[in-house]
């Protein structure tokens, strides 16, 4: 997998096995327009590199997120994701992109709300972190970071410049990982919003090899671009 790829899959890690933002997994059917509702290179903010991501990088990170969300202990045990998010991503129906700054990495999702099992609550999914679930402690019990011991503290963002969403649910999360003798403090924004038949993920994390604080207002700018998006096809 490609350095790219795999800081990628670590950030959507991050979204699902802690800050739980998508609802239940994907199924095989839908359309496949949500493809063409990503975000392209000339639609992004001045400065960033989309990456192409091949058939078999998406499929090892799908590999890597199911392995490391289905063995996840979160404390209190009413904050944990409800299973592997993600059972799998078909490049034919789910849009997916991912670009780089020189400081941050952003990431991005579009898949038709009617291939989540279950549906998409985000009033459900925003009890999970607040409250008692501001602060939450992660074990990572499988995966390319078994053992991690995880603390994690999330604040809602507030985004109600963005108009066309049905649903939006904005997350900041700042996380410290302790790893056998490694450890390190990442900062994460994840937005989730359900507009027009599809729901929309987008992230945003440091570059590998910045520091500093995560800018809000970019990533209200380039999530607000997505969901219009989304919201005019």
Known sequence: MSRFATRLGTALLAATAITALATGCSSDSGGHSAVDLVLTQSELPDGFTVAKLGKDELAQVTDQLHDSTKNVETKPAKCAAPGSMVSSIDAKTTGVMAATSAKFAISQSVQPVDQVDGGVDLAKTRDRVTGKCAQ????????????AEIDVRHTIVNASDIDDADQLLVVESTSHTVNGAKSGTKDLIVGTAVTSGFVITVEMTAAEDSSGPLDRDLFTTVLGRAV???ARA
């Open 136 to 147: 939450v402690h992660v074990t990572v019990t499988s995966g390319p970071i078994k053992g």
């Open 228 to 230: 219009e998006k989304a």
